[in-house]
Nanobody
């Protein structure tokens, strides 16, 4: 059974950078779709980015600032966040969906069957 553990969250000033990591254990995830979602205080969970094979997708709010990468050899999915804004403050969740999904579908929460516990990112002005 796949387990996902996020790390790398913390507090940073606006304009700064953070790198989140999601370590997967239990099985290889070469052919899986991996994603990051986030949930800000008082709001619902929202899609941030996904990677499926060599295809990546980003929410408009993070495009050009965030980058997702997948290290199949070490079972790690990373999220490099740059030019952080106060509105990026949220709990960030890593998620796994079995198989390949195109961007049209990879934004849907219901395709993901494994979720991490979340890591807090706080951006201050």
């Amino acid at each position: 059974q796949v387990q996902l553990v996020e790390s790398g969250g913390g507090s940073v000033q606006a304009g700064g950078s953070l790198r989140l990591s999601c370590a997967a254990s239990g099985r290889s995830f070469d052919s899986d779709t991996m994603a990051w979602f986030r949930q800000a205080p008082g709001k619902g969970r929202e899609f941030v980015t996904s990677i499926s094979g060599h295809t990546t997708d980003y929410a408009d709010s993070v495009k050009g600032r965030f980058a997702i990468s997948k290290d199949n050899a070490n079972y790690i999915v990373a999220l490099q966040m740059s030019s952080l804004k106060t509105e990026d403050t949220a709990v960030y969740y890593c998620a796994r969906a079995r198989g390949y999904w195109n961007p049209r579908h990879s934004r849907r929460e219901n395709i993901y069957d494994r979720w991490g516990q979340g890591t807090q990112v706080t951006v201050s002005s």
